[in-house]
């Protein structure tokens, strides 16, 4: 005896694996005076070594919230990791969630930080600047950075 053919239930597998989103802090490092217009500001960033993941690419020193972490904790671990300073966090200027192309995405909070005990060291990257605001957009950024490198070389969120 024949069985009746059964139709099965359409299952879709996922084409791409859903991926947690990485939270992520950064510090605007400033240095310039307080009361003075925001062109006078020069802000630290680095560039990342040609061995890493977007090689070459200039960004906000930082880096992930590990488990149990508040941003400004995170962000205190990771100056004192990669540039061997004790900083003072500021206020956040900003909150972005970017999607890169291969699927991760990541929520990236941005504070100032205008105060730190200790010389800089370069521990972890190829290179450390000191620029003025106005000049941001001329290096490469990460794509996360480019709508705050904007805002920033035209003078807003600080």
């Known amino acids: 005896m024949k069985e009746p053919i059964r139709k099965l239930e359409k299952r879709v597998e996922p084409t791409v694996l859903d991926r947690p989103v990485r939270l992520v802090v950064a510090a605007l490092i400033l240095r310039g005076p307080v009361d003075g217009a925001v062109s006078e500001l020069e802000v630290l960033i680095c560039q990342r070594k040609p061995d890493q993941p977007m090689s070459l690419k200039w ?3 930082g880096g992930k919230i590990e488990p ?3 941003s400004e904790e995170a962000l205190i ?3 004192n990791e990669e540039l061997g300073i004790s900083a003072e966090i ?4 900003a909150r972005i969630r970017h999607k890169y192309r291969n699927g991760g995405t990541i929520d ?3 504070f100032v930080v205008r105060d730190f005990r200790g010389p800089l060291q370069n521990r ?3 290179d450390m600047r000191w620029v003025p605001m106005a000049t941001l957009p001329e290096y490469d950024f990460l794509a ?3 709508g705050l490198i904007r805002d920033l070389a035209e003078g807003k969120l600080l």
């Open 144 to 146: 996360a950075d480019l």
């Open 90 to 93: 500021g206020r956040r200027v």
């Open 59 to 61: 960004e906000f020193p």
């Open 68 to 70: 149990g972490e508040g």
């Open 108 to 110: 990236l909070q941005f």
């Open 77 to 79: 671990r990771e100056l």
């Open 124 to 126: 972890i990257f190829n």
